[in-house]
């Protein structure tokens, strides 16, 4: 009678314990197909490596005169967008982020918008665009 009990208890362990294992199993590679799939996603939606890089060149423009310099920025894996821009106008850190589109969007303070588009070419990294600063002050940029 105790051997049949102890069966019993022994069968109902197993059984307990497999369901457990089934049941973490289960929540472990559902857990790791929700990352990978978001990894993917956030892979598509930022794909903005292809940029890294140094980019430098020379703005020019008007003002209340002919306005130039130059500027100097780094481009990481992730699409931020951390350099210098200095010359007639103004000296200061430029500071944005670039999209998958190679789209540039910094600053420089909170005066100077600093727009473009980037290319790579021959694994070389340039762009052109816009900067202005309030409504009557404004120009290009281009790498070099």
Known sequence: ???EITQK???LTTITHLIKFVIIFFLLFS??????AKNTANSKDNNTAKYQGTISGE?????TVRVEGTFSA????????????????RAGTLIGTVNSKGELRAKVGEE?????QLSVEGGRL???GT??????????WQTK
Do not use: Q
């Open 1 to 3: 009678m105790n051997e």
């Open 9 to 11: 208890k022994f069968s």
């Open 31 to 36: 857990n790791l197909y929700a990352a990978d």
């Open 59 to 63: 703005w020019s423009g008007k003002a």
């Open 74 to 89: 780094t481009i990481a894996a992730d699409g931020t967008v951390s350099g210098t821009f200095s010359g007639f106008v």
């Open 112 to 116: 100077i918008d600093f727009i473009g």
């Open 126 to 128: 340039s762009g052109s």
């Open 131 to 140: 900067w202005e600063r309030f409504s009557d002050e404004n120009g290009t």
